[in-house]
């Protein structure tokens, strides 16, 4: 499995995983905390920032870093599952590329079997396994 080394150097190990979950959930609650407590007084926010008017613009920054670590966590997770695919038919794709077909062709007929015909998700696979493809030799 020389061609896909790249593959089993990506992977992620379980410890990184727990400690992003871990990090994930204290991160949400935090901003749970954050959403009911704006501009209390009380807050224990007021510990490190006296002023209460920037409890939005922190409670919006952690979020917007809790939406980066999702979207980085579904985009990782999902071309987890193209490279699973590339790999479990490694065979079947040097035996197309043999035959002379291309990158796309091969995404094409791994989405045809499938049964990923059309639309946005059927382009954006497309183009995910095209981009792994390059790199299996």
């Known amino acids: 499995m020389r061609a896909l080394g790249f593959l089993e150097e990506s992977t992620v190990s379980e410890q990184s995983k727990k400690v992003f979950f871990i990090v994930f959930a204290l991160l949400s609650v935090f901003i749970a905390y954050l959403i009911f407590n704006v501009g209390n ?13 920037y409890d939005i613009i922190i409670l919006v920054a952690f979020a917007v870093l809790l939406s980066v670590m999702s979207f980085y966590y579904a985009h990782t997770n999902e071309t987890g599952g193209y490279e699973k695919i590339v790999q479990a038919n490694l065979k079947k794709i040097q035996k197309l590329r043999r035959k002379g077909k291309t990158n796309e062709e091969i995404a094409q007929s791994i989405l045809k079997a499938m049964n990923i015909r059309r ?9 995910r396994l095209v981009l792994i493809l390059e790199k299996v030799k």
């Open 41 to 53: 007084p009380n807050s224990l926010l007021r510990y490190i920032i006296e002023d209460p008017s």
């Open 119 to 127: 639309g946005y998700r059927y382009h954006y696979a497309v183009k």
